[in-house]
Each structure stands twice: as structure tokens, then as C-alpha cells.
């Protein structure tokens, strides 16, 4: 079963090639694990020169499993966006029941984008592999656009009266643009940086802005 919890039957980094032999039911493992397999093998072979057999193999699966896990190629490198769109989402309604606008989307950012030290080197190929593939530039764009235009339609409800209408939009795009920022910083500064720290900060900075227009209080002077 994909997962996306540390795989407790295999040790964290445990290739899968030497699974490859097993076919059928793909071995139990990360989303994280699949990815850094997949985006390693893009990387060595090209990402158009890869194609789904090539992985399968990789993962220790058939090419009939691999659709039953990943609806196409380009999946393997957005499954975890997916995941986060979701978390984003859930804990967005939730917190808008609760606090100010800008603060209950910068906790639904915060907790749907967490990148450790074990990510950056993903993340950094994954950056590489949509730079040069235009499909997956073009995914990677839409990916983007669907995430900043849920983003508006949750918070529209929220909108003072008299505001101009396309605030929601340019918040929602605003959001992206900075976990986009936050995550590029990050993959090029020094070990030991928090991504979490870049994230919240960089959030903070564009949300000030915003906050008038959903009659949100000012939040606290930062120290």
C-alpha cells in the first residue's frame, strides 16, 4: 500500500530496484520513497525517454499495477501536491470557523507544506525535471492555478462588502506564488534551514496587506 507514513517494514532509503522482481502488489512503501525513485530514474534516463514500464520495473510492480496506483506518468511527481491540496483544504474550513482569514489560510499553508532536510534534494530535482520538461511545466502550471482558485472560492464567503471582487483570486494566487518563493529559498540555502520558518515568514509579509479587506484584525508585532 503507497502511504504516506515511514514505511515500518523496510529501513527509511531502501531502494526498490531490488524489489523489481515481485510483481504485482507494489511493495509497501512512501510517497516520498516512490518519488525519489521515480524522479532518479527521470533524472539519469530524461524524463520523455522514461516510460511507464521502465518504472514499474523500477518499483517492483506491473505496468497493469502502476495504473492502478498512479493515473499516468507525470503522477509520480505530483502525488504528494495531491495530498497536500487536500490537507490545505480541510484545515482551511476548519480554521475559518475559527480566526481571521489570513491567519486560518497561513495555518492551512503551514501544515500542508512540510519539507525536512530528507526532502530537499527531492525537492530540488523535481524543480530541475519540471524546468525542462514542458509537460510537466504545463501540469505543474495548472497544478498551481487549481490550488489558488480553491483557495479564493473558501475564503470569498469572507470578503468585506464594497471590496473589489478579485481579492480572493489574488490572495489565493499571492499564496502559491510564495510557497513556490519559500520552497526555491530553500533548496538552495544552507543545511539546517527550516523551511517551515521560510514558509510562515514569507506568508507573513504578503498577508499583511490583505488583511483589511476581510476586516481581519492586525496580528501581533513579531519579535
Given at each position: 500500500?503507497?502511504?504516506?507514513?515511514?514505511?515500518?517494514?523496510?529501513?527509511?532509503?531502501?531502494?526498490?530496484?531490488?524489489?523489481?522482481?515481485?510483481?504485482?502488489?507494489?511493495?509497501?512503501?512512501?510517497?516520498?520513497?516512490?518519488?525519489?525513485?521515480?524522479?532518479?530514474?527521470?533524472?539519469?534516463?530524461?524524463?520523455?525517454?522514461?516510460?511507464?514500464?521502465?518504472?514499474?520495473?523500477?518499483?517492483?510492480?506491473?505496468?497493469?499495477?502502476?495504473?492502478?496506483y498512479?493515473?499516468?506518468?507525470?503522477?509520480?511527481?505530483?502525488?504528494?501536491?495531491?495530498?497536500?491540496?487536500?490537507?490545505?483544504?480541510?484545515?482551511?474550513?476548519?480554521?475559518?470557523?475559527?480566526?481571521?482569514?489570513?491567519?486560518?489560510?497561513?495555518?492551512?499553508?503551514?501544515a500542508?507544506?512540510?519539507?525536512?532536510?530528507?526532502?530537499?534534494?527531492?525537492?530540488?530535482?523535481?524543480?530541475?525535471?519540471?524546468?525542462?520538461?514542458?509537460?510537466?511545466?504545463?501540469?505543474?502550471?495548472?497544478?498551481?492555478?487549481?490550488?489558488?482558485?480553491?483557495?479564493?472560492?473558501?475564503?470569498?464567503?469572507?470578503?468585506?462588502?464594497?471590496?473589489?471582487?478579485?481579492?480572493?483570486?489574488?490572495?489565493?494566487?499571492?499564496?502559491?506564488?510564495v510557497?513556490?518563493?519559500?520552497?526555491?529559498?530553500?533548496?538552495?540555502?544552507?543545511?539546517?534551514?527550516?523551511?517551515?520558518?521560510?514558509?510562515?515568514?514569507?506568508?507573513?509579509?504578503?498577508?499583511?496587506?490583505?488583511?483589511?479587506?476581510f476586516?481581519?484584525?492586525?496580528?501581533?508585532?513579531?519579535?
Amino acid at each position: 500500500m503507497v502511504t504516506d507514513e515511514p514505511d515500518r517494514a523496510a529501513p527509511r532509503g531502501a531502494g526498490l530496484d531490488d524489489r523489481a522482481t515481485r510483481r504485482g502488489r507494489p511493495p509497501a512503501t512512501t510517497t516520498r520513497e516512490i518519488q525519489s525513485v521515480a524522479i532518479g530514474f527521470f533524472r539519469d534516463h530524461g524524463y520523455a525517454d522514461t516510460n511507464v514500464e521502465d518504472i514499474a520495473a523500477a518499483l517492483g510492480i506491473s505496468r497493469a499495477t502502476f495504473f492502478r496506483y498512479f493515473p499516468s506518468k507525470s503522477s509520480l511527481i505530483w502525488r504528494d501536491f495531491e495530498e497536500n491540496h487536500r490537507v490545505l483544504l480541510t484545515v482551511l474550513r476548519q480554521e475559518l470557523g475559527r480566526q481571521p482569514v489570513l491567519s486560518a489560510l497561513g495555518e492551512a499553508v503551514l501544515a500542508s507544506i512540510v519539507y525536512d532536510e530528507q526532502d530537499r534534494e527531492r525537492i530540488r530535482a523535481r524543480y530541475e525535471l519540471i524546468r525542462d520538461a514542458p509537460e510537466l511545466s504545463y501540469e505543474g502550471s495548472a497544478t498551481s492555478t487549481k490550488w489558488a482558485h480553491s483557495i479564493a472560492d473558501a475564503i470569498r464567503p469572507r470578503l468585506a462588502p464594497g471590496r473589489n471582487p478579485a481579492i480572493p483570486e489574488a490572495v489565493g494566487f499571492a499564496t502559491i506564488g510564495v510557497a513556490g518563493a519559500a520552497s526555491r529559498f530553500w533548496i538552495a540555502s544552507p543545511p539546517g534551514t527550516s523551511f517551515t520558518e521560510l514558509l510562515r515568514m514569507s506568508f507573513h509579509a504578503v498577508a499583511v496587506p490583505y488583511r483589511a479587506a476581510f476586516l481581519d484584525p492586525e496580528p501581533p508585532v513579531e519579535r
